[in-house]
């Protein structure tokens, strides 16, 4: 079945420090990935996304990589801030199912000053 | 920045009641969603919508959910007899496209059902 998950549900980091957050998939058909942000009692912020023809993309202070092979994705937070604590949580997107993104788990991100 | 907007953003309705969740997607989108997190949860999705149609749902949305878009700007998740179960954080969502375009979601309506 469908399903994506994530390696390790909570981080703690040092402010300043680079993040770095995992996320397994196990279908093979998912094409568009997304990495989303979710602050206490908010909705998925939007990060950054990836197509499967891609396997890095930059944006500002954010990188995805995305490793089809062993179907891995990860998020990488340059000179992580206090504000960046939150649940970040990848999704999934398959070419049969445009629309309906599959969810992992979380990964909860405490940046400490 | 263009944003979806929710209300109410907490509802709280005794078991059996009937809840209208409204949502106003990004003017220009297309496709609406509603997805669903339960406390604690990951983040599932519920229904998708295109040209006043449903164009995918999951196991999830039964025949006591259902999905409008009344007019050119509202889109709405009606649950027709709430059961316990049902208490979530419901967010909607748009984009313009469906293939691979960004989903943006709005802040949620947070329904509690006692």
């Known amino acids: 079945g469908e399903s994506v998950g994530l390696h390790l549900p909570t981080l703690s980091v040092q402010e300043g420090d680079n993040s770095i957050i995992n996320c397994a998939y196990s279908?093979?058909?998912?094409?568009?990935f997304i990495w989303y942000k979710q602050e206490s009692g908010k909705g998925p912020q939007f990060i950054i996304d990836?197509?499967?023809?891609?396997d890095k993309r930059q944006g500002q202070r954010v990188t995805v990589l995305l490793n089809k092979t062993v179907k891995h994705l990860s998020l990488q937070i340059a000179a992580t801030q206090p504000g960046d604590s939150a649940v970040y949580f990848c999704?999934?997107?398959?070419?049969?199912?445009?629309?309906?993104?599959?969810f992992g788990q979380g990964t909860i991100l405490t940046v400490h000053p | 920045e263009p944003e979806v907007t929710q209300t109410p953003s907490h509802q709280v309705t005794q078991m059996g009641q009937e809840v209208i969740l409204r949502c106003v997607p990004i003017?220009?989108?297309?496709?609406f969603y509603w997805y669903r997190q339960i406390l604690g949860q990951k983040v599932e999705f519920l229904v998708s919508?295109?040209?006043?149609?449903?164009?995918?749902k999951s196991e999830i949305f039964d025949d006591q959910f259902s999905v409008e878009r009344p007019d050119g700007s509202n889109f709405t998740l009606k649950i027709r007899s709430t059961k316990l179960e049902d208490s979530a954080m419901y967010f909607c969502a748009s984009s313009y496209t469906e293939a691979g375009n960004t989903i943006y979601f709005g802040e949620g309506s947070w329904l509690t059902v006692v």
């Open positions: 279908n093979s058909a998912s094409d568009y």
């Open positions: 003017s220009n989108h297309l496709y």
């Open positions: 990836i197509r499967s023809n891609m």
């Open positions: 919508f295109y040209n006043n149609e449903i164009s995918e």
């Open positions: 999704a999934e997107n398959g070419r049969t199912s445009y629309g309906k993104l599959t």
